[in-house]
């Protein structure tokens, strides 16, 4: 008799396809959330910061880091942001999993060319084939890494240090219109719904499979998942709108706002507002 | 003699062609219990929805508190945010009910849409925490929740405006016996000083708890309303109503042991 192990071989290596893989990448993104719950509840510095404060200044920092000519300041803005993280009970390891990596990968791609390509002062030459490495092709490169990586280092620690619904209710006591962020608010809410109905879905299908499906009959099922979930997304809409009219919803959203400003709170965004104010200023 | 809260005369309603309302008539005075009692299919969160005005009779009447439950006559703003203050809904399902991204704020909704200010908004909120017993869960988000605390939470929000009129969809659906016997020690207690409370349910254990009068509806029709305890104890309307059903079973296997329960909400009766 031969048995069969569905979604493994017998090397011992796991095989997934690409519905199992969404599956897990849907579970890993809500204990994602979970974690940066986790770390928005520690008493770390940022959290303590009023979130409309915080918001402000981490958006002038990343926009200093953005702003400036001098890999100096640059280098000293990812250092403030480090150590921000560190004051934050934000873990190193995490954020170089999560972040630095990620974003040296993927603008480290982008910007390999610009080292050969852009033209100046050669330092040094690719063995064999001789291409001329330029100074000033590895500062452009340094410039676009360096600022993803502070600027990305810089938004994950608002959101990891503040609530979801405190950056909502931030961006909505700063001028966003509320219907936007009524959105944002309901996406959030509900990704978590559909996630869970998504891997029981997974999960019922994969329990009444009997053998691996062939490359056509994925396809299939990840078309049928797609089509269902989008039903589901449709009639819960429907089914939300019908409990907010119940409640006396009448296209305006209004929102309860407790925030409370401290000494301390301005004095953080003031120092954030002077650096792009700085940089700007000196034009470097 | 007391007002009237709901006035409904052969109304009937369907889904595109599926008929779930058909011929329905009944009246319910300001401050009755009643429990809304059906099998699955049987109209009952439809008919909960109407007295919501959430949808409206294809024909005949439906007045609420003695306006017309009609679709031109809620798209004014006053008549509905008169309505809306008075009466209130929660749904079966409590993710539909939650949608706001924490409690406090779930809890804020309806107070803030109906132009309280801010600071009697957050008093309530601080009573209803207290009275519901869901402080330690007020900054969380309701997908963070067990089904009892969303259950909780959604009937908060609701009770929060103090409306005269509380309709309730399958309050003890999909809730562990425990959570169950919570929720219905809270509707029992509440204070229904004149709150008129309308409960759409299967669950027949909790009727004689929070109920004092029933309507039984099977197929959209109105198939029996009085006494509560008298539609409890009438065990062939419950069986025909598919609210019981005849089990049959032995104690230890032994053939002689066999005998049947009437099962669902009026305890084992020997068949």
């Known amino acids: 008799m031969v048995e069969a192990s569905y979604g493994s071989c017998t090397c011992g290596k796991v095989r997934r396809g690409v519905l199992d893989r969404l599956v897990l990448g849907l579970v890993d993104a809500e204990s994602h959330a979970l974690h940066a719950e986790e770390v928005a509840a520690r008493p770390g510095l940022l959290q303590g910061v009023d979130p409309r404060i915080k918001l402000v200044a981490l958006v002038a920092l990343i926009l200093g880091a953005t702003a400036t000519q001098s890999l ?67 500062r452009s490169a340094a410039f676009v890494i360096g600022r993803s990586e502070t600027a990305a280092t810089l938004a994950l ?10 950056v909502l209710k931030a961006l909505s006591s700063l001028g966003v219109p509320t219907a936007a962020v009524a959105i944002l608010g309901m996406t959030y809410r509900y990704v978590f719904v559909l996630i869970q109905a998504a891997t029981q879905m997974m999960e019922a299908r994969r329990s009444r499979v009997m053998a691996p499906p062939d490359a056509r009959e994925r396809r299939r099922m990840l ?21 907010m009219i119940a409640r006396g919803y009448r296209g305006e959203v209004r929102l309860l706002d407790d925030f409370r400003t401290r000494p301390a709170d301005w004095l953080l965004l003031f120092g954030a507002l002077a650096v792009p104010a700085v940089i700007m200023g000196l034009g470097t | 003699m007391m007002a009237t809260a709901f006035e409904f005369k052969d109304v009937t309603f369907a889904y595109r062609s599926h008929p779930a309302l058909n011929g329905v008539s009944f009246s319910i005075r300001l401050g009755e219990r009643v429990a809304l009692l059906g099998a699955n299919g049987s109209g009952k969160s439809t008919l909960l929805r109407m007295m919501d005005a959430l949808c409206f009779a294809a024909e005949g009447t439906a007045t609420a508190l003695s306006a017309p439950l009609t679709e031109a006559a809620m798209q004014d703003d006053r008549t509905n945010f008169a309505f809306r203050r008075r009466v209130g809904l929660v749904f079966q399902n409590p993710d539909v009910q939650l949608f706001n991204p924490t409690v406090m704020d779930e809890l804020a909704f309806g107070p803030l849409q109906l132009g309280w200010d801010k600071p009697k908004v957050r008093d309530a909120i601080a009573a209803m925490l207290a009275r519901f017993n869901i402080e330690q869960v007020k900054d969380r988000p309701p997908h963070r929740l067990s089904g ?45 000083a004149g709150r008129t409370v309308v409960t759409a349910t299967h669950d027949l254990d ?66």
């Open chain 2, 148 to 192: 009892g605390e969303k259950k909780r939470v959604a009937l908060a929000s609701v009770l929060i405006t103090e409306p005269e009129i509380l309709l309730l969809d399958e309050p003890t659906a999909a809730l562990d016996p425990a959570s169950r016997a919570d929720l219905v020690g809270l509707l029992a207690r509440e204070p229904v």
């Open chain 2, 206 to 271: 909790i009727v004689e708890d929070i109920a004092d009068r029933a309507i039984v509806l099977s197929e959209g029709r109105i198939a029996a309303d009085g006494p509560a305890l008298d539609i409890l104890h009438d065990i062939e309307l419950l069986r025909r109503t598919h609210l019981i059903f005849e089990h049959r079973h032995s104690h230890g296997g032994h053939p002689s042991t066999a005998h049947g329960h009437l099962h669902s909400g009026i305890g084992p009766a020997e068949a």
């Open chain 1, 72 to 138: 100096l300041v640059l280098a000293m803005l990812f250092a403030g942001a480090v150590a921000l993280a560190v004051a934050s009970m934000v873990g190193i390891r995490r954020l170089s999993r999560q972040v630095w990596l990620g974003v040296l990968l993927f603008s480290g791609t982008i910007v390999v060319p610009a080292i050969f390509l852009v033209p100046g002062t050669p330092i040094a030459h690719v063995p064999v084939i001789g291409w001329a490495i330029t100074l000033q092709g590895v």
């Open chain 1, 223 to 243: 078309m049928t998942m797609i089509g269902m979930l989008l039903a589901k997304t449709l009639a819960l809409g429907s089914e939300v709108h019908t409990a």
């Open chain 1, 157 to 166: 620690l608002l959101v990891l240090t503040t609530p979801w619904p405190h």
